[in-house]
């Protein structure tokens, strides 16, 4: 049996949670790779919308198993008000869900910590979700991390030790923060915050914490297939996305082998995932960002505001140069395309296949993106037909197909599944 992987190709929400929820049908368990609460994954079905940070977006679909990986970060505090939420709308989770032992544990102070670092780097901040990811991945690779298998056996201690430093930390960062004319992190609700942490760790012991990398090769010993569940974007890994701005872990192919201990050789199909535009929320470069009139469009008609933060998110057209080089690293086998119906009403649509750098053309996406790129543009009369009316392959207008096929030929890769509207339903298998 292998495990098919599905991932983000651009900046992050281009939809994945939809299309996890559609595809675990077809498979066993579905496995969350790596990321924390600062993702935002949005499922809709029978008239409810449900957005899922920590918990893998396969736990709607009966009785799956869903895993929480190792690779992943997880704040018990915003995990409890997940799972609290699940078990509002019906859903027990307690048997179907599972968590990795050697998942780290994202403390009140990395959240602090996150603030801290923001307010130093004054205008050069990253923009993050403040979600205390970067401390939390920076504490695992500098072996500080508590993992959740730490909850079970003298706990206290290391927590406490691992707050004491962090605090250290925070009062220097408050102290260049207040150099660069920025906001020191106030620790005053300190105390309150590690209480609410505590009773939410009290209360993951009651979850079925495992050693997930046997529980992963067991199942594929047992004929099981495995759906792996990426977060945020390839845009966003923190060794070939738009650095600095980035996230804190690898979100492309190979996060999931390092984050559910999944041996290469196990990898089968890799569903790479994309808006048909692009997106992106934070500060950092977006070489085909839209500052003008249709950039307002995209983003009012696409809701485009962030299921964590609700920050606004930047629009642009789609970028074939930076989606070829995230196919490339992914080896992406199967495109899926979201939100079409958004470009519904555009008479025209663009699409980035060259950059201009330096009076220099190139395919090839570059060390940076920072500055000097002009985007070189395709353009493609629009189908301007409401494709949420469309509910199989013959439906879709010529003008549409044309624009499929033009992306298929400038990525080399099949699109498989088209997606034109937020609910389960307006989903569409291309032969
Ligand atoms: P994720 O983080 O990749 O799971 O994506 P998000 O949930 O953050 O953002 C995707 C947003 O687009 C959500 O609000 C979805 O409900 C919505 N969405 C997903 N697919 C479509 C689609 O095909 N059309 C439209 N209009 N909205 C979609
Ligand atoms: P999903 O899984 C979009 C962005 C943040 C910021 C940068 C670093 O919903 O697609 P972090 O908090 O990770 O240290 O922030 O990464 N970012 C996302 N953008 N979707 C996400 O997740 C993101 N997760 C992080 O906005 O620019
Ligand atoms: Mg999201």
């Known amino acids: 049996m292998k495990a098919d992987i599905l ?3 651009q900046w992050g929400d281009e939809g994945k949670g939809k299309m996890v929820d559609f595809l675990t049908p077809q498979y066993d368990v579905v496995a969350r790779f790596q990321g924390g609460p600062n993702a935002g994954h949005t499922l809709e079905f029978g008239g409810q919308k449900y957005v899922l940070r920590s918990i893998p977006s396969g736990i709607f679909q009966g009785d799956k198993l869903n895993l929480i990986g190792n690779g992943v970060v997880l704040d018990p505090v915003l995990f409890q008000k997940e799972a609290d939420e699940l078990a509002e709308a019906g859903q027990d989770i307690r048997e179907r869900l599972l968590i990795s032992k050697k998942a780290h544990l994202i403390l009140p102070t990395h959240r602090l910590l996150d603030k801290a670092n923001e307010a130093a780097k004054g205008k050069a901040k990253i923009g993050t979700t403040g979600k205390g990811i970067g401390p939390a991945y920076t504490d695992k690779v500098s072996r500080n991390g508590l993992r959740i298998g730490d909850i079970l056996d003298h706990f206290d201690d290391k927590y406490t030790a691992a707050r004491n430093r962090h605090l250290d930390m925070i009062r220097a960062l408050n102290d260049a923060a207040q150099a660069n004319n920025g906001s020191p992190v106030s620790l005053d609700s300190l ?22 990398e046997h529980f992963v090769n067991q199942s594929f010993a047992a004929g099981q297939s495995i759906l792996c569940e990426g977060a945020q974007g390839s845009l966003l890994d923190v060794d070939f996305g738009s650095y600095p701005f980035v996230t804190s872990s690898n979100t492309i192919c190979a996060g999931a082998c390092t984050g559910l201990g999944l041996a290469p050789t196990r990898i089968g199909e890799v569903y790479g995932i994309f808006k048909a535009y692009c997106t992106r929320v934070g500060s950092g470069p977006f070489p085909t960002e839209l500052f003008d009139e249709t950039g307002t469009q995209i983003r009012a008609i696409g809701h485009e505001y962030g299921a964590v933060t609700g920050r606004e998110r930047r629009c642009g057209w789609i970028d074939l140069v930076a989606l070829r080089y995230t196919i490339m690293l992914n080896g992406v086998t199967q495109l899926i395309m979201m939100k079409s119906d958004v470009l519904d009403s555009f008479p025209v649509i663009k699409a980035c296949t060259a950059y201009r750098i330096n009076g220099t053309l190139t395919r090839d996406f570059p060390f940076s993106i920072d500055n000097d790129i002009e985007p070189v543009y395709e353009e493609l009369p629009g189908w301007q037909t409401d494709l949420s009316h469309c509910t199989k392959q013959e439906d879709l207008p010529a003008a549409f197909c044309n624009y499929i096929s033009f992306l298929e030929r400038e990525l080399a890769t099949p699109i498989r599944i088209i997606s034109v509207g937020p609910d389960r339903e307006a989903t569409i298998w291309r032969q």
Do not use: Q, T
């Not at 105390?191 to 997930?212: C, G, P, Q, V």
């Open 7 to 9: 991932l983000g190709l």
């Open 191 to 212: 105390a309150e915050l590690e209480d609410e942490w505590m009773k939410s760790i009290d209360y993951l012991r009651r979850f079925r914490l495992i050693d997930s």
